[in-house]
Structure formats: C-alpha cells, structure tokens
C-alpha cells in the first residue's frame, strides 16, 4: 500500500516507538549532511540488494523520504 505520511503523523509514530522503519533514499553524501534520527539510508540504486537485508521484516511499517525541504 502506497499513501502519505504527514510529518506529525511520522512524529507520533516515532515518539510512539511504533514498529516504524524509516528509509531515505538519497545518497549516502546527503544521508550524512542530515537525516531523520534512527533512519536508515537506502540509496535509489541499491534498494534491490539492501532493502532485503536491512528490512527483512515485512509485517514493519516503512516509511520512505527523500529530497524535500519539509
């Protein structure tokens, strides 16, 4: 299922310590200049080899992010 998480609603989830997995899919360069806190970085062109080990659960809600200011 594909929809959109508002920024409060990712907020909660996180305070929450729901079992959220939170991925930004920039590159690494950009993950390091700044990410979400506990968010792993899963680079566009690596999804299909890290994606599997780095969230081998898939009952895990997960949210994705990446190039936007808000």
Excluded at 2 to 28: G, I, N, Q, W, Y
Aim: charged share 30%; with cysteine; hydrophobic share 35%.
């Amino acid at each position: 299922m594909e929809r959109t998480v508002s920024t409060e609603d990712l907020k909660t989830k996180l305070d929450r310590k729901s079992s959220v997995k939170v991925v930004e899919t920039l590159a690494p360069e950009r993950y390091r200049e700044a990410h979400i806190p506990g968010a792993l970085n899963i680079p566009p062109e690596q999804i299909k080899d890290l994606a599997p080990k780095l969230l081998p659960n898939k009952d895990v809600e997960i949210v994705t992010y990446c190039a936007n200011t808000h």
